[in-house]
């Protein structure tokens, strides 16, 4: 069975909370330095990106300050252009597209709770 929506969001929510994480251990240098640090930071952003493009049209039509179709560009550069990812276009996105993800995420969750 594939994941459901709630499922996803989820996952979004702990891909974005590891992010926190790691960007609370290091900063632009040391994750930029450390291989390690690169390889999480992009594969927590591609399961993002990729839960994100599950997300449901008409949700996503809830939220216009997040760009969805950018987010799915980036999965499929972080998939298919790997070699060339830019660690602070993705440090930038995370200081500043992400908590609103966050808080989208997070009211869709309580919402879809209400419903059960």
């Known amino acids: 069975m ?10 979004i929510l702990e891909c974005i ?3 926190r994480s790691l960007l609370a251990k290091g900063d632009r240098d ?3 330095d450390s ?3 690169r390889m999480v930071l992009e ?5 993002i990106c990729e839960a994100a493009r599950h997300v449901p049209a008409d949700i996503r039509k809830r939220e216009s300050a997040i760009d969805w179709p ?6 499929n550069r972080l998939r ?3 070699h060339s990812i830019d ?10 597209e992400l908590p609103p993800l966050k808080n989208f995420v997070e009211r869709v969750l309580d919402e879809e709770r209400r419903k059960s």
Do not use: C
């Open 70 to 75: 950018r987010m799915t560009d980036l999965g």
């Open 87 to 96: 660690v602070n276009i993705l440090l930038h996105i995370a200081n500043t």
């Open 80 to 82: 298919h252009a790997y």
């Open 43 to 47: 594969r927590e952003f591609e399961i």
């Open 30 to 32: 040391k994750i930029s």
């Open 17 to 19: 909370e590891s992010i």
């Open 35 to 37: 291989r390690w640090m």
């Open 2 to 11: 594939p994941p459901s929506l709630g499922d996803r969001l989820e996952q």
